[in-house]
């Protein structure tokens, strides 16, 4: 098989085809159809009609965090908190962006009066996330005081239609700090669509943490290092993936998220616990058929995992009729319809 680089999964993307704001309609959205080239430029409520009654499709559930909190250091200088993880009686795993690190034990005093107190670095003594104790409840005060953490390439500070539109209508397990954007096309008529179609449903959770725009750094694609994330796939969820196999039906996976999700439980045998799972060309799955995916960064581990599914060189083609027909990139932009390329 052939040996890929970084540079295999790099493609020039004007900035202005960066979607800074949603659709004005959820399922207005475009979508790709990208299982045969050449692909066919649809809109996204026609989704339900390129599926098969029996299909079933899985979505992941988290709800994204309000989890940007700003304050301040004792000596006055401001600093920046992004919570990657809630944990036990109060405490919280978080990104720090700050002039200086302050040492452990610095009491911080953060917008909307309430406190957070450094207890040192996670998940040991060098890592490069910092755990904190909040002086209340963590996900009360983040409803209360946070901002929604919108990815670095969106140029504005968050707003009310960001409160609602960078969160899926089913969103339902709070624990996301990113938004499982493939999901984000769906509205309560395409699901009253999908069933009256015979297409299934079913749900797991995957909360996507801040990496997923961690920047591969080594040419040698083999050597970057995922962050891990936890995941939950549940019993009447693994039930309705083993009935559609059984008869016959499809599972098509709404995200890379629930992509990661499925393919990690099929390969580890666990259905619940967290996740590095780095899909590249040559990955065999195991569950996912087909997937509906946003387009994604350039040289990032989303693009490796959809060249993966669907084939380096369709992938190619897809992003460069993408661009060249002016479809939306990155969160709130537009979907493609792949499907998984033969082994």
Request: hydrophobic content about 40%.
């Amino acid at each position: 098989m052939r040996a890929f680089t970084l540079g295999d999964f790099d493609f020039a993307l004007p900035p202005e085809l960066i979607a800074q704001h949603p659709a004005p309609e959820r399922s207005a959205s475009r979508l790709l159809d990208g299982r045969h080239l050449p692909p066919a430029d649809r809109v996204f409520r026609e989704l339900p009609a390129l599926l098969t009654p029996g299909d079933l499709l899985v979505f992941n559930d988290t709800r994204v965090l309000k989890a940007r909190l700003y304050g301040g250091k004792p000596s006055g200088g401001k600093l920046e908190l992004l919570v990657e993880r809630v944990l036990a009686g109060g405490e919280v795993v978080a990104h720090m962006k700050v002039s200086k690190k302050p040492p452990v034990g610095t009491v911080l005093a953060m917008e909307g009066g309430f406190t957070a107190t450094l207890l040192g670095r996670w998940p040991d003594a060098e890592g490069p996330l910092f755990r904190l104790a909040f002086s209340d409840d963590p996900y009360a005060l983040m409803e209360r005081h946070g901002h929604v953490p919108l990815p670095p390439y969106i140029e504005h500070a968050d707003t009310e239609q960001d409160v609602e539109r960078y969160q899926t209508v089913f969103a339902r397990t709070p624990g996301a700090v990113a938004a499982p954007t493939a999901a984000l096309h769906f509205d309560p008529q395409v699901l009253a669509s999908l069933d009256a179609c015979g297409i299934r449903r079913a749900s797991l959770t995957l909360h996507v943490g801040a990496g997923t725009f961690q920047p591969v750094k080594t040419e040698n694609i083999a050597e970057h290092r995922m962050h891990s994330e936890w995941y939950d796939v549940p019993a009447a969820t693994q039930e309705a993936v083993a009935r559609t196999r059984a008869q016959g039906g499809r599972i098509v996976a709404v995200g890379t998220t629930t992509v990661r999700t499925l393919e990690s439980w099929a390969l580890t045998g666990q259905a619940r616990g967290d996740t590095d799972i780095f899909i590249t060309p040559g990955f065999r799955f195991r569950l996912v058929d087909l997937m509906v995916t946003n387009f994604h960064l350039p040289r990032s581990t989303l693009m490796m995992l959809v060249s993966a599914f669907a084939g380096h060189d369709r992938i190619t083609a897809l992003y460069r009729h993408a661009v060249a027909h002016r479809y939306r990139f990155f969160s709130y932009g537009d979907s493609m319809l792949l499907e998984r390329a033969p082994t």
